[in-house]
């Protein structure tokens, strides 16, 4: 589905469109994110995964026989990861 996040690495993730999606979704709410308390990160983590599930997005791990949905944990911590990378890009860039 074209909401769906995958997890990984390589050209495929990248340019999946939900994985485009999210990664736009995250630059919107870059300054409030990196401005905000643990608490206030924590809560915009949680309201960008509702956000995602409730357009029917789910996320999506690479295993031996094909994708499988990731838990909420995992999902919270590549939401996370991706707001990490996107600063430290910016700083490089």
Known sequence: Q??????GRGEKVQTCPG???LRRRLEIQRS????GSKAERSLLIDLT???V???GGRFLQHGKNGY???DDDVARKKISHDWRNLRRNNKEG
């Open 2 to 7: 074209p909401t769906d996040i995958l997890l």
């Open 19 to 21: 994985n485009i999606s």
């Open 32 to 35: 409030a994110y990196d401005n």
């Open 49 to 51: 995964l509702q956000s």
């Open 53 to 55: 599930k409730g357009a």
């Open 68 to 70: 499988y949905e990731v």
